[in-house]
């Protein structure tokens, strides 16, 4: 149980086109779910906190205008980096929280994004 | 969240029992200790949580001190596949909040 699907796996854009990374819920239903970036050797560093129906959270140095968060479902929160540009270049995670009270935190498999 | 610390890197023979240690000396006392792994180029995988006492599950056990200022993470029959980045995180069960990452040890199994 608790599996979160994401899709695409990887993606090559050219700069000054937008991708959009699509993070499901299979089997439950997340409030929350969080986005993060990880670029080559280097561990995860969070983006965004995603609600249901809220605003995202954005964290310092984020931009939010470049990087667009919508949780319009409680199964599907969506990442839209806009204006891609090489710099974008990165390996984006999504992560969604489960239960109630005892939370657990389940991962997505994570979207290549190369921007060329 | 308390920091953590952690080796960056360990070696293990295949077969053998990799010992992952973890600092978190700061932890409070409704913090738990979260260990996850990255293989490469995937997502995290959940290993194991525990707040005070020893936990044991079919991937690993978690052994934490009295005084829960640090905690070893145990793979009692390392295969090739347990090649992985290691994250020792501490958190708030409960909270729902982020999980924040540290630089993990990148465990080696060597056949």
């Known amino acids: 149980g608790a599996v979160v699907s994401q899709h695409p796996s990887w993606v090559i854009c050219k700069s000054g086109t937008s991708v959009k990374i699509e993070c499901r819920s299979l089997?439950?239903?997340?409030?929350?779910m969080f986005w993060y970036r990880q670029f080559p050797k280097q561990s995860l560093m969070l983006m965004a906190t995603s609600n249901e129906g809220s605003k995202a959270t954005y964290e310092q140095g984020v931009e939010k205008d470049k990087f667009l968060i919508n949780h319009a479902s409680l199964t599907l929160s969506t990442l839209t980096v806009t204006s891609a540009h090489p710099e974008d270049s990165s390996f984006y995670i999504c992560?969604?929280?489960w239960g109630v009270g005892d939370y657990g935190y389940t991962f997505g498999s994570g979207t290549r994004l190369t921007v060329v | 969240d308390a920091k953590t610390t952690q080796p960056t890197s360990m070696d293990c023979a295949e077969g053998r029992a990799a010992n992952l240690p973890c600092n978190h000396s700061t932890i409070s006392g409704n913090e738990y200790v979260y260990w996850y792994r990255q293989i490469h180029s995937q997502g995290p995988q959940y290993i194991i949580h525990?707040?005070?006492n020893n936990e044991t599950n079919e991937m690993a056990s978690l052994i934490i001190t009295e005084d829960r200022k640090s905690s070893t993470l145990i793979l009692p029959h390392a295969t090739l596949r347990d090649t992985a980045v290691y994250y020792c995180?501490?958190?708030?069960?409960?909270?729902?909040?982020?999980?924040?990452f540290g630089s993990g040890t990148q465990l080696t199994v060597l056949p």
């Open positions: 992560s969604a929280v």
């Open positions: 995180i501490v958190s708030v069960d409960g909270s729902a909040r982020q999980l924040t």
């Open positions: 525990g707040l005070k």
């Open positions: 089997d439950f239903q997340a409030t929350t």
